[in-house]
């Protein structure tokens, strides 16, 4: 059974950064795209990053590019996502998800992810 589980949400000030960490389990982490979604209150589910599986080339959103870092560790299923200089719209669910690096409207809702991380940012 595959299993995503997502950690390292919490709430931070404007500014503030954090680190989101998801352990995939269930199937051969190495031989998959992963993506980080988010859906914030009364929003669509959207695609933040994604990460390749044979280069790790990242993909970012313009709305997070330089501020967001995707990376991934094969040897401990782990996927990571740091947060820099957080702004009150990233509130939001954050989820990751198997097996694409990149999510249009459509294939996001289809992809397999964890029950998700809050991040909320406030003042």
């Known amino acids: 059974e595959v299993q995503l589980v997502e950690s390292g949400g919490g709430l931070v000030q404007p500014g503030g950064t954090l680190r989101l960490s998801c352990v995939g389990s269930?199937?051969?982490?190495?031989?998959?795209?992963m993506s980080w979604l988010r859906q914030a209150p009364g929003k669509e589910l959207e695609w933040v990053s994604g990460?390749?599986?044979?280069?790790?080339?990242?993909h970012y959103a313009d709305a997070v590019k330089g501020r967001f870092t995707i990376s991934r560790d094969n040897a401990m299923n782990t996927l990571y996502l740091q947060l820099n200089s957080l702004k009150i719209e990233d509130t939001a669910m954050y989820y990751c998800a198997k097996g694409a690096s990149y999510a249009d409207k459509e294939l996001a809702p289809a992809l397999v992810r964890g029950q998700g991380t809050q991040v909320t940012v406030s003042s």
């Open positions: 990460i390749n599986s044979l280069d790790n080339r990242e």
């Open positions: 269930g199937f051969i982490f190495s031989h998959y795209a």
